[in-house]
């Protein structure tokens, strides 16, 4: 996903923090795009997981019933 062209304020922005971290204004760049490429990944990583937190819960297995009612006490 490639980051829109800058304007030239914009540019010159990110020319100063760039400079500021020592380092070049492409990889400085480059270095923003991975950032939000890799930021959108775990955005994306957490909204499926919502997902799979929403979904309603299976009813338990035949060996689960027969386990439950195995381990509970003969008066229920």
Known sequence: ?????LTEGQRAY???R????GMSLEKWLDLKE??????AKAKAKAQEKAREAAKPAKP???F???L???NRP???
Do not use: V
Request: no cysteine; glycine share 6%; proline share 10%.
């Open 14 to 16: 990110e020319a100063k």
């Open 74 to 76: 003969f008066g229920s």
């Open 34 to 39: 991975k950032d939000a490429a890799a930021e």
């Open 18 to 21: 760039a400079a500021k971290a």
């Open 64 to 66: 689960s019933r027969l």
């Open 60 to 62: 338990p297995g035949f």
């Open 68 to 70: 439950e009612r195995a």
């Open 1 to 5: 996903m490639p980051i829109k062209p």
